[in-house]
C-alpha cells in the first residue's frame, strides 16, 4: 500500500479542504491513479506556512538526486524509514505535505483449492474522505538542464492495524482532523510518533471492485462499482 487511489469531489473531500483554510474547488474526478502521475498535493510551500493546492508527481525525487527515476520504488515511505532513508529524511523533517483522496484501492490474496488470485478492493470511509500523509520534494530548482523544477510527493505508510491485517500488511497514514495541523506545521515529529500506530481510528469500508482496475490506463469511474459484499472494519475509536 498505497498504488492506486480515487479522487473524486464528493462533499466530505470538500469538507476536509475547506477545513485546512482553503477555498477551492477540487479538479474532475480522477479514478484508478497510479504512482508517476500527478495528484493533488496539500502544503506550506512558503515561509507564510499558508495551506496550497498544488500537483505534485506521485513517486518522490530527491532534490539532491540525478533527476526522475523508477529505479527505487518512491511512491510509498515506510514511517518506520522516516529519519533513517537519505530520501526521507529531510521532507520528514521539513517537507510534510496532506493527499487528499476520496478512496483507495488493495490487492487482497485469496488462495482456494485451484489457484491464488488477487482481487482488488476499494477502501475509504463513511464521509469518503481520506487525508493521507505525505512527503515532498523539489528537484532542479537550479534550472541545471532543459527540464523545469520537479514537485514529488509520497505517500506514508505503517503496519496495518490488526482489523486490516488480512487485506494487507501496510496501510496509509490517515490524519484525522485533530492531528493535520500537527503534521503540517508541528516543529518536530519522531518516526515513533503515534499518528504511525498501526490502529484504525475511524471505521473503514471495504468493497470489492472489478479486476480491471489492475491495469493503470483504465480510468473508468464503473470499476469502482461493487462487485461483492461491502464489509465494514470498527475503528479502535472508543
Same mark, same amino acid.
Given at each position: 500500500?498505497?498504488?492506486?487511489?480515487?479522487?473524486?469531489? &464528493?462533499?466530505? =473531500?470538500?469538507?476536509?479542504? !475547506?477545513?485546512?483554510?482553503? @477555498?477551492?474547488?477540487?479538479?474532475?474526478?480522477?479514478?484508478?491513479?497510479?504512482?508517476?502521475?500527478?495528484?493533488?498535493?496539500?502544503? @506550506?510551500?512558503?515561509?507564510?506556512? !499558508?495551506?496550497? =493546492?498544488?500537483?505534485?508527481?506521485?513517486?518522490?525525487?530527491?532534490?539532491?538526486?540525478?533527476?526522475? *527515476?523508477?529505479?527505487?520504488?518512491?511512491?510509498?515511505?515506510?514511517?518506520?524509514?522516516? &529519519?533513517?532513508?537519505?530520501?526521507?529524511?529531510?521532507?520528514?523533517?521539513?517537507?510534510?505535505?496532506?493527499?487528499?483522496? %476520496?478512496?483507495?484501492?488493495?490487492?487482497?490474496? *485469496?488462495?482456494?483449492?485451484?489457484?491464488?488470485?488477487?482481487?482488488?478492493? +476499494?477502501?475509504?470511509?463513511?464521509?469518503?474522505?481520506?487525508?493521507?500523509?505525505?512527503?515532498?520534494?523539489?528537484?532542479? &530548482?537550479?534550472?541545471?538542464?532543459?527540464?523545469?523544477?520537479?514537485? %514529488?510527493?509520497? =505517500?506514508?505508510?505503517?503496519?496495518?492495524?490488526?482489523?486490516?491485517?488480512?487485506?494487507?500488511?501496510?496501510?496509509?497514514?490517515?490524519?484525522?482532523?485533530?492531528?493535520?495541523?500537527?503534521?503540517?506545521? !508541528?516543529?518536530?515529529? &519522531?518516526?515513533?510518533?503515534?499518528?504511525?500506530?498501526?490502529?484504525?481510528?475511524?471505521? +473503514? =469500508?471495504?468493497?470489492?471492485?472489478?479486476?480491471?482496475?489492475?491495469?493503470?490506463?483504465?480510468?473508468?469511474?464503473?470499476?469502482?462499482? @461493487?462487485?461483492?459484499?461491502?464489509?465494514?472494519?470498527?475503528?479502535?475509536?472508543?
Amino acid at each position: 500500500m498505497c498504488g492506486r487511489f480515487n479522487v473524486s469531489s &464528493t462533499p466530505g =473531500l470538500q469538507e476536509l479542504v !475547506a477545513a485546512l483554510g482553503l @477555498s477551492i474547488d477540487l479538479p474532475p474526478p480522477r479514478f484508478n491513479i497510479a504512482p508517476t502521475e500527478n495528484v493533488p498535493l496539500l502544503a @506550506s510551500f512558503s515561509p507564510s506556512q !499558508a495551506i496550497e =493546492l498544488r500537483h505534485a508527481r506521485w513517486w518522490l525525487t530527491p532534490s539532491w538526486s540525478k533527476g526522475p *527515476s523508477t529505479r527505487y520504488a518512491m511512491f510509498n515511505a515506510r514511517s518506520e524509514t522516516l &529519519t533513517k532513508s537519505p530520501a526521507f529524511k529531510r521532507p520528514f523533517a521539513r517537507q510534510r505535505g496532506i493527499v487528499p483522496m %476520496s478512496s483507495f484501492i488493495e490487492w487482497r490474496t *485469496s488462495t482456494s483449492e485451484d489457484a491464488k488470485s488477487k482481487q482488488p478492493w +476499494l477502501i475509504t470511509n463513511d464521509s469518503e474522505a481520506l487525508a493521507v500523509a505525505a512527503l515532498w520534494d523539489v528537484w532542479n &530548482t537550479r534550472g541545471d538542464n532543459d527540464m523545469d523544477p520537479l514537485l %514529488s510527493c509520497t =505517500l506514508v505508510t505503517t503496519a496495518a492495524a490488526q482489523e486490516f491485517a488480512p487485506w494487507h500488511k501496510r496501510m496509509p497514514v490517515v490524519l484525522r482532523q485533530e492531528d493535520r495541523d500537527r503534521w503540517l506545521h !508541528a516543529e518536530s515529529i &519522531t518516526d515513533d510518533d503515534a499518528l504511525f500506530s498501526p490502529v484504525l481510528r475511524e471505521d +473503514l =469500508l471495504l468493497t470489492p471492485v472489478d479486476t480491471k482496475v489492475g491495469n493503470s490506463r483504465e480510468k473508468h469511474p464503473e470499476l469502482m462499482e @461493487s462487485v461483492g459484499e461491502t464489509v465494514r472494519l470498527r475503528s479502535d475509536k472508543k
